[in-house]
């Protein structure tokens, strides 16, 4: 298992609305690459998190997850920066 993790107070996403403490960490299965878990603390986490939810449930790996095109500025365009 690798975990990804990281504050992420420092990003875009978190200084546009003033959030002070935010981070993440990801759960990547070694050999299949495949996403099983996320945690997150942060801006739209909510929403996030449903992005992962899902990848986790259709069995998509992290390069999978990096290839997609999110909308910027969004929460969800950090998304290829925490797998």
Same mark, same amino acid.
């Given at each position: 298992?690798?975990?990804?993790?990281?504050?992420?107070?420092?990003?875009?996403?978190?200084?546009?609305?003033?959030?002070?403490?935010?981070?993440?960490?990801?759960?990547? =299965? %070694?050999?299949? !690459?495949?996403?099983?878990? #996320?945690?997150? $603390? *942060?801006?739209? /986490? =909510? %929403?996030?998190? !449903?992005?992962?939810?899902? #990848?986790?449930? $259709? *069995?998509?790996? /992290?390069?999978?997850?990096?290839?997609?095109?999110?909308?910027?500025?969004?929460?969800?365009?950090?998304?290829?920066?925490?797998?």
């Amino acid at each position: 298992m690798t975990v990804n993790h990281g504050d992420t107070s420092g990003w875009y996403s978190s200084r546009r609305v003033g959030m002070k403490y935010s981070g993440y960490k990801v759960l990547v =299965e %070694e050999g299949s !690459n495949r996403i099983v878990g #996320a945690h997150l $603390l *942060g801006p739209h /986490a =909510e %929403e996030t998190i !449903n992005l992962f939810a899902m #990848a986790i449930r $259709l *069995g998509l790996t /992290a390069d999978q997850l990096k290839e997609i095109r999110y909308t910027y500025p969004s929460s969800s365009d950090d998304i290829s920066y925490m797998v």
